[in-house]
């Protein structure tokens, strides 16, 4: 049992620095002072809850796609994952070529890419995977490329033909490589919503820029 229990945020550059007001929150066993609320805390509960409301659907995806993902259903899996990205950057586009457009233009989007492919060790297993697919797909081994076999994926899978989509329907395990990486990228869009969500909107795009030319920098095994 412990006596006392302490939770730390700790920021990873120095805009979350400066966005993040609490870093840490520490808890005592036994009677606690008593704190008394402002009005700001009241004005940010009713801010952040509006943007909860407009997250409602695209959280959702996410959460029933983790759902699926956690029970090894992986085609209804990415299907919601998808769903998620779609709904906040397709911008009400279903045309294959014209998605990947709109897509390519989300910078929350981008950066999440880049450092969910980050999050893997360079001779990854997972990543192989991808630069075969990018490869059988005759695509550069990028976001671009990432981007292609993520619409791709949905186009086989999403529309019920049986040429294209049969093959996953016997074997879903065939949509785990390609669901885990679009699941972490998911992952990433929703904490960069959640912590962008008081930005400014100029402090924000400076914030995605920055962050996505610092990753484009590292040594990501090729990807760009």
């Known amino acids: 049992m412990y006596e006392e229990a302490e939770i730390t945020w700790i920021p990873e550059t120095m805009d979350e620095e400066k966005i993040l007001s609490i870093k840490s929150y ?15 805390d009241f004005q940010d509960t009713l801010f952040y809850s509006k943007r909860i409301e407009e997250n409602y659907i695209p959280f959702s995806y996410f959460r029933l796609g983790s759902s699926f993902f956690n029970e090894e259903e992986y085609y209804l899996s990415y299907i919601n994952y998808f769903m998620m990205i779609e709904y906040l ?8 070529k014209k998605l990947r457009i709109e897509f390519g233009k989300s910078d929350v989007l981008v950066l ?5 492919i980050n999050t893997f060790p360079i001779d990854d ?3 192989e995977w991808l630069k075969n697919e990018c490869k059988n797909k005759q695509k550069e081994y990028n976001v671009d490329g990432l981007i292609f076999v993520l619409v791709d994926y949905r186009g086989m899978i999403a529309h019920g033909l049986e040429k294209r989509s049969g093959k996953y329907r016997d074997n879903p395990n065939l949509l785990r ?12 869009v929703c904490g960069y919503i959640q912590m962008m969500s008081n930005m400014p909107k100029e ?7 920055n962050r996505i030319s610092e990753m484009k920098s590292i040594n990501m095994g090729a990807f760009m």
């Open 112 to 116: 999440s890419i880049l450092m969910a």
């Open 125 to 127: 297993p997972i990543l």
């Open 89 to 96: 950057y397709g911008n009400g586009i279903t045309v294959t």
């Open 26 to 40: 520490k808890i005592t066993k036994g009677r606690q002072n008593c704190t008394y609320l402002r009005l700001s």
């Open 203 to 209: 402090q924000m795009n400076a914030f995605l820029k």
């Open 177 to 188: 490589p390609i669901s885990l990486i679009l699941g972490i990228i998911c992952r990433y």
